[in-house]
């Protein structure tokens, strides 16, 4: 059982287009980090969000905490064929493990 | 190593078999944390470490499932009578610490050890 639902599952789109995957849960967490993960790896941290409200960019990467730290979203600008991979979301809920969501899994078409 | 290192990368089991996995967490990092991904799947918490005491294993599918950490830096999840259901790969991460004022700090991520139970 997962706490975090993630969309669209997969996304399959050209390079150069732009594209936003969502994290959503029902419950509330501490704070909220987004890993890239590609085939035969582990997870690799982007970002950790903290503050309600929060956005940071990296690059053409933007992310958003939700203002109640319920829901997050990250925006891609411009997509390159080397933003392929799984992108996850992880909730901190109790400061002593992270929930990780169901994942988004992202083919950017040259 | 700089980083996290899982061994074996890749193990097949017959069914019934046990299983040792191991994780060589970063050098100081006090938080170590297992996880099951099945494939094309998000990684599912299976137990969490603060040096040697765990402190959570509610995600251990079954008592068949025991995972240790002795000494506060390697630490070993055992599988008993593997089942073809236990088929995942399993990933450890560490962490240096977490920070119960400012939020969780980053995981870093072995590469995983692949289990096909047959």
């Known amino acids: 059982t997962q706490l975090l639902e993630q969309s669209p599952q997969f996304l399959s789109i050209q390079e150069g287009e732009n594209l936003t995957v969502y994290c959503n849960s029902s419950s509330v967490f501490s704070s909220l980090q987004w890993y890239r993960q590609e085939p035969g790896e582990g997870p690799v941290l982007l970002v950790t969000v903290v503050t309600g409200g929060e956005v940071k960019k990296l690059k053409r990467l933007t992310f958003q905490f939700g203002d109640a730290r319920k829901d997050s979203s990250l925006h891609i600008t411009a997509a390159q064929p080397g933003d392929t991979g799984l992108y996850l979301c992880?909730?901190?809920?109790?400061?002593?493990?992270?929930?990780f969501g169901s994942g988004t899994k992202l083919n950017v078409k040259p | 190593g700089a980083g996290v290192s899982q061994s074996p990368r890749y193990k097949v089991a017959k069914r019934g078999q046990d299983v040792a996995l191991r994780c060589d967490p970063i050098?100081?990092?006090?938080?170590l944390f297992w996880y099951q991904q099945a494939l094309g799947q998000g990684p599912e918490f299976l137990t969490y470490f603060q040096n040697e005491a765990q402190l959570d294993k509610s995600g251990l599918p079954s008592d068949r499932f025991f995972a240790e950490r002795p000494e506060g830096s390697v630490s070993t999840l055992k599988i008993q009578r593997t089942q073809q259901e236990d088929s995942a790969v399993y990933l450890c991460?560490?962490?240096?610490?977490?920070?119960?004022?400012?939020?969780?700090?980053?995981?870093?991520f072995g590469e995983g050890s692949r289990l096909t139970v047959l």
């Open positions: 050098s100081g990092h006090v938080s």
């Open positions: 992880a909730g901190d809920h109790n400061f002593n493990k992270f929930y």
């Open positions: 991460a560490s962490s240096r610490h977490l920070d119960r004022g400012g939020g969780a700090g980053e995981l870093f």
